[in-house]
Antibody
Framework: QVQLVQSGAEVKKPGASVKVSCKAS????????ISWVRQAPGQGLEWMGW????????NYAQKLQGRVTMTTDTSTSTAYMELRSLRSDDTAVYYC?????????WGQGTLVTVSS | EIVMTQSPATLSVSPGERATLSCRAS??????LAWYQQKPGQAPRLLIY???TRATGIPARFSGSGSGTEFTLTISSLQSEDFAVYYC????????FGQGTKLEIK
């Protein structure tokens, strides 16, 4: 079955960087893009950006431009999301999702806590 | 950016009754709209795409309708497992989500 498995929880200090991985299985990785979505505690869903697993093209949400980088490793069917210059309001659960326009399926989520 | 507005923020309904959730787009998104269900501590799950097509494995009690700027998710007879938060998402011009509707037991 199609599945996305994400890396484990992270605790980071303000100003640091975090890199979250998302390993895909059950489908041809390069046939679809991957979107990243985050959810702050008790809040709604915020789309962060998209990467084509075919050619690496990206599109990032404007508010994260300059701080986020999305990459893929087609040899391992893994997508990565790196967020730099972390602030306390970056504390959230970060999800990857296979992007068909709609998102299906989603990874299980990775909690990133930013705290001094 | 296309703004998605969901109403109501909270909906209280008794099991077995019908629930109707609304989603409005700030400009036309054609039929490029999806609905998701999210339970506490879980990732969102796709329910509907293309405004009205049920995703694989989604029960027939879930239905979606609408096009352009006005959309509705209807759950015909609420089961205990349906009480959750529901989000709409447009994918006509990249992606934006509504703020969610919490469906709670009355």
């Amino acid at each position: 079955q199609v599945q996305l498995v994400q890396s484990g929880a992270e605790v980071k200090k303000p100003g640091a960087s975090v890199k979250v991985s998302c390993k895909a299985s059950g489908y041809t990785f390069t046939s679809y893009g991957i979107s990243w979505v985050r959810q702050a505690p008790g809040q709604g869903l915020e789309w962060m950006g998209w990467i084509s697993a075919y050619n690496g093209n990206t599109n990032y949400a404007q508010k994260l431009q300059g701080r986020v980088t999305m990459t893929t490793d087609t040899s391992t069917s893994t997508a990565y999301m790196e967020l730099r210059s972390l602030r306390s309001d970056d504390t959230a659960v970060y999800y990857c999702a296979r992007d068909l326009g709609w998102f299906d399926p989603w990874g299980q989520g990775t909690l990133v806590t930013v705290s001094s | 950016e296309i703004v998605m507005t969901q109403s109501p923020a909270t909906l209280s309904v008794s099991p077995g009754e019908r629930a109707t959730l609304s989603c409005r787009a700030s400009q036309s998104v054609s039929s490029n709209l999806a609905w998701y269900q999210q339970k506490p501590g879980q990732a969102p799950r796709l329910l509907i795409y293309g405004a009205s097509t049920r995703a694989t494995g989604i029960p027939a009690r879930f239905s979606g309708s609408g096009s352009g700027t006005e959309f509705t998710l209807t759950i015909s007879s609420l089961q205990s497992e349906d009480f959750a938060v529901y989000y709409c998402q447009q994918y006509n011009n990249w992606y934006t989500f509504g703020q969610g509707t919490k469906l709670e037991i009355k």
